[in-house]
């Protein structure tokens, strides 16, 4: 489904929508794109399809979401974290980080004697 002509204030410019569902919005610059994505309480994922690697690089580096596909979408890895920013989850499954989530860090330290002391 492709929802067009989409403006900043309307619900589907700010929630997160699972299915099939694509909003089209008019933006002038590459600020302005960034500013809308982060614009949201939620920040699973986003995608950028563009032929420029520099704008790729710049909307991946300023948008705030736990994962940002360049020319493809849901291309997923175990091995790769998977989770999202803000109120879009907490933590991370998949890959060395979903170990966190079972795993409890302890310093232990112990003074040993000196040999000969």
């Not at 500013?35 to 699973?44: C, F, I, K, Q, V």
């Amino acid at each position: 489904t492709v929802f067009a002509d989409v403006a900043d204030d309307m619900r589907i410019a700010k929630e997160e929508i699972f299915g099939p569902v694509m909003q089209i919005m008019k933006f002038k610059t590459i600020d302005e794109v960034i500013e809308r994505a982060n614009n949201s309480h939620y920040g699973l994922a986003a995608a950028v399809f563009t032929s420029n690697i520099n704008t790729a690089h710049q909307v991946t580096d300023g948008i705030r979401a736990g994962s940002v596909w360049v020319n493809c979408f849901h291309n997923l890895d175990n091995a790769a974290p998977f989770g999202g920013y803000k109120m879009s989850g907490y933590g991370r499954e998949k890959g060395e980080y979903a170990l966190h989530n079972y795993t409890e860090v302890k310093c232990i330290t112990t003074k040993v004697p000196a040999k000969n002391s």
